[in-house]
């Protein structure tokens, strides 16, 4: 008997997952699984776990690269109604995980609320920004999290702390816990003066990444006290290739996918960088994507 019979009705099977990237790139999932509510999603997580098959979620697929070869096991997609809806309590907000952060922080902002501005142009889902806490040099989202509801793996609905989910520099201790809403204590603000904020934290973004291009952000966390664009570029590796895949010509810590580029193109390339700035900086650069 299929391990995934009682869910058929919400599970696809062999589909690409590159669509749902934005590096457009890798193979197929074995199972795609897109949850009605949490209950649903409960017992798939304890289903799977029972059968041993490898659960991974897919948020707003910015930060992730798939390999040619896919993913053999299931891949959740948290974007039903259920995942997707936002509350406001005065400061305090409340969002799915399958909220996409880009519009949450422009809401936030446009309406005066203030502490998402500096996320203006960073895409992901709200629970894949709290996995990773997601950010950049104007801040992280971490900053302004209360708490967050999650799914353990045990399928149990937990509450967590700021503190519990303990954010890092994109990192959080969240490990295999899924979540399903994120807290946010925001400060009542001038509209006009969050507004602002954020326009001009996008316009940063945009004018010096490659926003247009395939890519999944910055590849590279950033060494203690150095930026990793910085190192790549005064090795001289701006424009380096292998394959189609390019390190960007605008942000050195951005490898751009041009047409016909594999997965295994990226993967390539970021060792050969790797490798350069190890030799010529004698620091260890760390991956920032998630490389599935
Ligand atoms: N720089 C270069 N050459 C380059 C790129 C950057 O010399 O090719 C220099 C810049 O001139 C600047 C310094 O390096 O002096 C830092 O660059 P930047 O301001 O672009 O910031 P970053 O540290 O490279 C971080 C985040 C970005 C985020 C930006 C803006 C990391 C790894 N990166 O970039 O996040 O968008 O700040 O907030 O923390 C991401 O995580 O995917 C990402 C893009």
Not at 153 to 166: F, L
Not at 253 to 266: E, P
Request: with cysteine.
């Amino acid at each position: 008997m299929n391990w995934w019979r009682a869910f058929a009705d919400q599970m696809e099977l062999d589909t690409p997952l590159g669509p749902m990237t934005w590096y457009r790139l890798g193979g197929k999932a074995r199972y795609l699984f897109r949850p009605d509510d949490v209950d649903g999603l409960s017992r798939l997580v304890r289903r799977a776990r029972d059968a041993e098959v490898p659960l991974k979620v897919l948020g707003a697929g910015a930060n992730v690269l798939i390999r040619d070869d896919g993913f053999d096991g299931v891949v959740v997609r948290l974007d039903r109604e259920a995942f997707r809806s936002v509350e406001r309590n005065g400061s305090r907000v409340r969002a799915g995980a399958g909220v996409d952060l880009m519009n949450l922080a422009r809401r936030c902002s446009e309406s005066g609320l203030s502490g998402m501005e500096g996320l203006a142009g960073i895409p992901a889902s709200v629970g894949g920004a709290l996995r990773m806490n997601a950010g950049g040099r104007f801040g992280e989202i971490g900053q302004v999290v209360h708490g967050a509801t999650v799914l353990s793996p045990a399928g149990e609905v937990e509450q967590w702390s700021r503190e519990q989910i303990g954010f890092g520099y994109r990192a959080s201790k969240l490990g295999d816990r899924i979540v399903l809403t994120a807290d946010f204590d925001l400060i009542p603000a001038d509209p006009l003066e969050t507004r602002r904020r954020f326009d001009e934290c996008f316009a940063y973004k945009r004018a010096t990444q490659p926003l247009s291009e395939k890519s999944a952000g910055c590849v590279f966390k950033n060494p203690p006290g150095h930026s990793a664009g910085a190192l790549i570029d005064r090795a001289g590796l701006k424009g380096a290739r292998c394959g189609a895949a390019q390190v960007s010509q605008r942000h050195a810590n951005f490898i751009v996918a041009d047409r016909g580029a594999r997965a295994s193109d990226v993967i390539r390339l970021i060792d050969l960088v790797r490798d350069r700035v190890l030799a010529e900086f004698d620091t260890e650069l760390e991956v920032e994507i998630d490389i599935w």
